[in-house]
């Protein structure tokens, strides 16, 4: 990783700065009639943080009219994020959007898809103890979360990607999942390296970062389609159920959750059930049930089957990023075979060059 120290950053006078509140446990406040958590106010952030005015620019807030808890979250909602950013673009240097961490990698990978030509930073983060708790992650989390969204070198944004941001570290959104219910480091990325470390500095990856070629106008995909199943095997898994899942009414795609490198039951009924779907135009995608590590279609027997049928090799993609790109790629008007050719293609940085083509 090579390091660069934050001085490099500067930040012009005039830098404008869009925190969008979704909803998620960073806003929340006990209510002491239930005992429950809700969501307060988001409005009144600088009461809660009044660290957040010395950072001396400008710093709007919208708030969900109705936050919610992110696994109420749906791709409507990724849709209104979009066309809230594309609103206004011009108007803001960064974005914020801070969200529940439980369906916050869902919701980083779809925006990463969504935005096409984004060049401007979108930063999520949220909390795991609510910002009014003495002990609250979500201080942090929400000051360094805008520094980073301000941060430019050479008068451009350093880190022009949708991202998360949690306990110092500053990911690729699509390569991200949430592993920690309990701990403040809530997020990993196992497949790919921070794109910036916070400590007494904020030290960027500079050679991790995507940079777009050039500052075009972000453009806007709305269509998704979540006609998707995911398939997670394992040993003994029955065959009704299998059947059940490829069989679903309107189904467009799987995600195959299988074992180790892609590998699958060599079981006949297993591969006939995959191939008569396939055969009726139902995409399926190879990933793998192991934290890291990429699927390598055709490395052992069990999985070279899958590919004789026609299983497409998702390498190192996260299970988030695999359902969202798909929902996005069906969204667009495409052939199977277009879908095909761009699950195995990086197309915000979401999977890392494939072993098998
Ligand atoms: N259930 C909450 C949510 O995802 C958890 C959190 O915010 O961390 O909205």
Redesign the pocket.
């Known amino acids: 990783m090579k390091k660069q120290p934050e001085k490099e950053k500067k930040m012009k006078k005039s830098t404008s700065i869009l925190i969008i509140y979704t ?4 806003g929340m406040i006990n209510d002491p009639e239930t005992g429950r958590l809700k969501p307060f106010n988001f409005e009144q952030i600088l009461i809660q943080v009044p660290s957040l005015k010395s950072f001396g620019f400008k710093l709007d807030t919208i708030s969900f009219e109705k936050p919610i ?3 109420d979250i749906h791709p409507d909602i990724w849709i209104k994020l979009a066309e809230m950013i594309k609103e206004k673009e011009d108007l803001y240097d960064g974005f914020v959007i801070l969200h ?4 916050m990698s869902f919701s980083a990978s779809a925006l990463s898809f969504m935005l096409e030509n984004l060049y401007k930073p979108v930063i999520f983060t ?3 103890l609510p910002i009014e708790t003495i002990r609250t992650d979500g201080k942090e989390n929400l000051i360094t979360a805008i520094e980073i969204a301000a941060a430019q070198k050479d008068g451009k944004p350093i880190v022009p990607e949708v991202c998360i941001y949690f306990e110092n570290k500053l990911y690729r959104g699509n390569r991200t999942r949430k592993y920690n219910a309990e701990y403040f480091d809530a997020f990993e990325s196992p497949n790919y390296p921070p794109l910036a470390e916070a400590g007494i500095h904020i030290v960027y990856n500079y050679d991790a970062i995507h940079y777009p070629k050039q500052s075009k106008i972000i453009k806007i995909h709305t269509k998704l389609d979540t006609n998707i199943a995911i398939l997670k095997i394992f040993p003994g898994i029955n065959q009704n159920v299998v059947s059940a899942i490829v069989n679903a009414e309107n189904l467009k795609a799987i995600v195959l959750e299988s074992f180790g490198a892609g590998n699958a039951p060599s079981t006949n009924w297993f591969n006939d059930l995959l191939k008569n779907a396939i055969d009726r135009g139902i995409l399926i995608l190879n990933i793998t049930q192991c934290n890291a590590g990429s699927v390598e279609m055709n490395r052992y027997e069990t999985s070279q089957k899958l590919d004789e049928i026609g299983v497409i090799g998702g390498n190192d993609m996260t299970t988030e990023a695999a359902i969202t790109k798909l929902m996005f790629l069906l969204g667009q008007d495409l052939k199977n075979s277009e879908i095909k050719k761009y699950l195995q293609t990086s197309i915000a940085g979401e999977i890392s060059l494939l072993i098998d083509t």
């Open positions: 909803g998620g446990t960073i808890d992110s696994s529940g961490t439980d369906t949220g909390s795991q």
